[in-house]
T-cell receptor, first 114, second 112 residues
Framework: DVKVTQSSRYLVKRTGEKVFLECVQDMDHENMFWYRQDPGLGLRLIYF???????EKGDIPEGYSVSREKKERFSLILESASTNQTSMYLC?????????????FGSGTQLSVL | GENVEQHPSTLSVQEGDSAVIKCTYS??????FPWYKQELGKRPQLIID?????GEKKDQRIAVTLNKTAKHFSLHITETQPEDSAVYFCAARRGGGNKLTFGTGTQLKVEL
């Protein structure tokens, strides 16, 4: 079974702090994604990566950056955390083939910015 | 970019009844439409998907229909059971890309 592991389940940070959210997958997937989930807004794509060192902006990239130095690891960085970034963050990965596009999600990180 | 609208936001049905969730999309180049189920406190999981060359797909009690002309697709759950209670998300992906755009979710409650 594919395992997508997010480093923290709950995180509390202060406004202005630099925050790192880590995600690791163990199935050699090409694609990795960061979503945030807010009530009534669904899942919104922040950034995704289709290869090592490659990244593309999603729908809401402002205030975030990402890093993918190794295939299995995709990091989300909040350069200067703000209260409106309080949210549930979900990492996901997929095989990247045209016939198998299933997303495997991590269990999420609930980030609170005070 | 793609915009996916999902209705209703909440749906309550009696056990054994059918449930229907509807989504519309804006980008006519979208060709892949998955549905994800998220139980309370758990991660979203794929339950069924459909591609634009198919009008309908079934998997036991779950079916998805696609109307490309009208740019809408629907999830149908028959003989609902309490374990079907969850949030359901539809999504759409433009052909040739990796980016999935999700709807805002439907909270389905199956009452005994």
């Amino acid at each position: 079974d594919v395992k997508v592991t997010q480093s923290s389940r709950y995180l509390v940070k202060r406004t202005g702090e630099k925050v790192f959210l880590e995600c690791v997958q163990d199935m050699d997937h090409e694609n990795m994604f960061w979503y945030r989930q807010d009530p009534g807004l669904g899942l919104r794509l922040i950034y995704f990566s289709y290869d090592v060192k490659m990244k593309e902006k999603g729908d809401i990239p402002e205030g975030y950056s990402v890093s993918r130095e190794k295939k299995e690891r995709f990091s989300l960085i909040l350069e200067s955390a703000s209260t409106n970034q309080t949210s549930m963050y979900l990492c996901a990965s997929s095989e990247g083939s045209a016939t198998n596009e299933k997303l495997f999600f991590g269990s999420g990180t609930q980030l609170s910015v005070l | 970019g793609e915009n996916v609208e999902q209705h209703p936001s909440t749906l309550s049905v009696q056990e054994g009844d059918s449930a229907v969730i509807k989504c519309t999309y804006s980008d006519s180049a979208s060709n892949y439409f998955p549905w994800y189920k998220q139980e309370l406190g758990k991660r979203p999981q794929l339950i069924i998907d459909i591609r634009s060359n198919v009008g309908e797909k079934k998997d036991q009690r779950i079916a998805v229909t696609l109307n490309k002309t009208a740019k809408h697709f629907s999830l149908h759950i028959t003989e609902t059971q309490p374990e079907d209670s969850a949030v359901y998300f539809c999504a759409a992906r433009r052909g040739g890309g990796n980016k999935l755009t999700f709807g805002t979710g439907t909270q389905l409650k199956v009452e005994l």
